[in-house]
């Protein structure tokens, strides 16, 4: 049964913690995305990876988050410090890509994050 | 710059009620569009996809459509059961982009049993 999983699926912390999230993209599968969904904006992208390197990253608030992808089964997303507008679900992504292109994106559980 | 809006944000129907829930795009150089589906806690479910060359999708009782040109594409749901309540999201990914999706704000729909 191929999915994306994530953990921890729920994480609260205190303002200014380190958070990290982690992603196990479908085995064979070459893209990883990291995804923010709140109330107001929506689904926005914050990083992909192809082949584990980060190709965009351009979603991101460089000064605190980091995105990494140590292995071809592990991505991390690692927020430091953590802020009360970090709040929400961050999803993990994952696609086959050839010639250029991903077709489909298999989504994961999420891990809904609250920082007080 | 693209913008993806789905209409209506919200839709209570009986079941069995075959619908028609909506979603635009402003930019027609689209490469795909997908239809996805989320539960409330859970993630995105990817329920059809519609490359840019093709009209339509059928996936059991679900059908979307596409028209490029108008910047258009419909999910249509037949004889809606209870378990097809969720927030239905499209999301299209534009003909000079490998990998991004721009995410409609989703139509939450409930069949009432």
């Known amino acids: 049964d191929a999915r994306v999983t994530q953990t921890p699926r729920h994480k609260v912390t205190e303002m200014g913690q380190e958070v990290t999230m982690r992603c196990q993209p479908i085995?064979?599968?070459?893209?990883v995305f990291w995804y923010r969904q709140t109330m107001m904006q929506g689904l926005e992208l914050l990083a992909y990876?192809?082949?584990?390197?980060?190709?965009?990253d351009s979603g991101m608030p460089k000064d605190r988050f980091s995105a990494e992808m140590p292995d071809a089964t592990l991505a991390t997303l690692k927020i430091q410090p953590s802020e009360p507008r970090d709040s929400a679900v961050y999803f993990c992504a994952s696609g086959l890509g050839t010639s250029g292109r991903v077709n489909e994106q298999f989504f994961g559980p999420g891990t809904r994050l609250t920082v007080l | 710059k693209q913008e993806v809006t789905q209409i209506p944000a919200a839709l209570s129907v009986p079941e069995g009620e075959n619908l028609v829930l909506n979603c635009s795009f402003t930019?027609?150089?689209?490469?795909?569009l997908q239809w996805f589906r989320q539960d409330p806690g859970k993630g995105l479910t990817s329920l059809l996809l519609i490359q840019s060359s093709q009209r339509e999708q059928t996936s059991g009782r679900l059908n979307a459509s596409l028209d490029k040109s108008s910047g258009r594409s419909t999910l249509y749901i037949a004889a809606s059961q209870p378990g097809d309540s969720a927030t239905y999201l499209c999301?299209?990914?534009?003909?000079?982009?490998?990998?991004?999706?721009?995410f409609g704000s989703g139509t939450r729909l409930l069949v009432r049993p």
């Open positions: 930019d027609s150089a689209i490469y795909n």
């Open positions: 990876f192809r082949n584990r390197a980060p190709l965009d």
């Open positions: 999301a299209v990914r534009q003909e000079d982009s490998s990998y991004k999706l721009i």
């Open positions: 085995l064979g599968h070459n893209t």
